[in-house]
């Protein structure tokens, strides 16, 4: 994967290394209210602005799920699939790789396969990476390819990792997400894009979250319901979020 030279692209030794990617204070400490909207949407607001990650219509895994039709200062998908990067939210959307400066927030988008055939199935997704309420946040809901050097060094160690774990062409399986935090040992972990009902969606090829949890064994698990409040300042303990 690798930081595309688009709108106001940065390159990688004029970003430095692992959390100096994002390490100057652009918005007060004041943590953030995150809100889930099921598969792998969800509305994080503090510091003085909002961001809505992966809007989705409500198709193929996130069929009978409330899309979410919300505002936020930004949105940020993983790729213009209809399930993680729908045009049914307002706000300034991005898709893109490349670096952007929306409400005050410095966001970093970082071009990757989608799958893990090098794209060769369904493209390129992208990476995101931001810093809001004092917490440097890591979107991967959108990729089942592993994660290369470079994307290491530019993620850096996130406080939060918002991560696909149900499996399938274009989402980490429960094993490989829980390599991926191993990784980059983020202090919180939201896993999303997983059946979370009895009975999988028709055209839906995701699993449960049960493998990702007995892949990271031994992890505190939470269980927060639809809403999650993280001050600025956590522990240096991981936790697993499980959002509804």
């Given amino acids: ?92 959307m991005l898709v893109d790789p490349g670096s952007y400066k929306v409400g005050g927030l410095k966001i970093e988008g970082i071009a990757g396969p989608h799958d893990r055939v090098g794209g060769r199935r369904f493209g390129q997704a992208t990476l995101w990476r931001w810093r809001q309420g004092g917490l440097d946040f890591a979107h991967l809901g959108g990729t089942a390819a592993r994660l290369s050097p470079s994307d290491k060094v530019m993620l850096g160690r996130p406080d939060v990792l918002i991560i696909g774990v149900g499996g399938g062409a274009k989402v980490y399986t429960g094993a490989e997400a829980a390599e991926v935090v191993r990784e980059l040992k983020p202090r919180r972990v939201i896993p999303v894009q997983y059946v979370s009902g009895k009975t999988t969606p028709k055209d839906c090829d995701q699993g449960s979250l049960q493998r990702f949890l007995d892949a990271m064994a031994g992890t505190p698990v939470k269980r927060p319901g639809r809403t999650l409040s993280l001050p600025a300042k956590l522990g240096e303990g991981m936790v697993i979020e499980v959002m509804r």
Avoid at 47 to 55: D, H, K, M, T, W
């Fill in 1 to 92: 994967m690798r930081l595309l030279p688009t709108i106001g692209a940065l390159s990688l030794s004029s970003l430095g290394l692992g959390t100096a990617l994002l390490g100057t204070p652009l918005l007060a400490g004041t943590g953030v209210t995150i809100t889930s909207y099921g598969h792998s949407a969800l509305l994080i607001s503090g510091g003085g602005a909002s961001v809505l990650v992966n809007p989705f219509k409500a198709v193929a895994c996130a069929a009978g799920l409330a899309e979410p039709r919300v505002s936020a200062t930004v949105v940020l998908a993983s790729s213009r699939l209809l399930d993680e990067g729908a045009n049914v939210a307002k706000g300034k």
